[in-house]
């Protein structure tokens, strides 16, 4: 019951922050729209000049992919933490390079695993543990900003102290996507960008739900990345 008390206070919260952070920044419910729209273009460019099936292409195309995922985490970590949105174009390609390395570092390791282990990851529900245990590895990024094995790591233990608060999201995400055209992912940071972004479709409006989605786990990650139901309960949240 303490718990579920703890919840609900947690998400009450979490929700009129992110009411108010869309108000003021309405642009960060596009925001995955917008990557994914260009990542699509890439994407189809390549095909059309004959490159898009080269395994060194695959590797430039994962890196631009984690270079538009990291402009993105450099948007969220503004309007989460600071509560501000710039419309500039710099402020779209400035943060290209901010979280790179961080995120291709857990694509590189993801693929690494794909090679040794092959098939095995994506079997039954292990893929499904996998993308539970590191589900908030993107906000640990872009909110605590860790690196190399810290991208693991610290992920993990956040769900080990907040497990009753992420997990339940991290199941509307799923029941969410296994109706949708959204795929589910093995690696959590590639649900953020799209592929599919370039076609007004239904995936088009998943993308804008999507957005408001990912703001409420910026928010409500960085509400309880450094606070504990005891200490919630000390600052009056319950």
Do not use: C
């Not at 094995?149 to 608060?165: A, H, R, S, V």
Request: avoid cysteine; glycine fraction near 8%.
């Amino acid at each position: 019951m303490e718990y579920l008390k703890d919840l609900l206070n947690v998400y009450k919260k979490a929700g009129q922050d992110t009411i108010n952070l869309i108000a003021k920044n309405p642009i960060i419910v596009f925001l995955p729209l917008i990557y994914s729209f260009a990542f699509g273009m890439i994407q189809t460019f390549s095909i059309i000049l004959g490159f898009g099936f080269s395994r060194l292409w695959g590797t430039i195309l994962g890196l631009i992919q984690a270079m538009l995922l990291s402009g993105y985490f450099s948007q969220m970590s503004d309007g989460v933490n600071y509560n501000r949105l710039s419309l500039k174009l710099n402020s779209f390609t400035d943060g290209f390079f901010t979280y790179l390395w961080s995120i291709y570092f857990m694509k590189f390791v993801f693929y690494l695993a794909s090679l040794l282990l092959g098939n095995i990851l994506v079997r039954g529900y292990l893929y499904l543990i996998v993308f539970v245990l590191l589900n908030a590895a993107g906000e640990s990024i872009y909110i605590r900003n860790v690196q190399r094995e810290d991208t693991f790591l610290y992920p993990i233990n956040y769900l080990k102290e907040n497990w009753y608060i992420w997990i339940p999201h991290v199941i509307l995400y799923l029941a969410l996507t296994t109706r949708s055209f959204v795929p589910s992912y093995l690696n959590p940071l590639d649900m953020y960008i799209s592929g599919h972004g370039l076609y007004i479709n239904q995936h088009t409006i998943m993308l804008i739900i999507l957005g408001v989605y990912f703001t409420f786990r910026g928010v409500l990650f960085k509400n309880t990345y450094n606070s504990t139901i005891r200490k919630r309960k000390y600052m009056g949240w319950n």
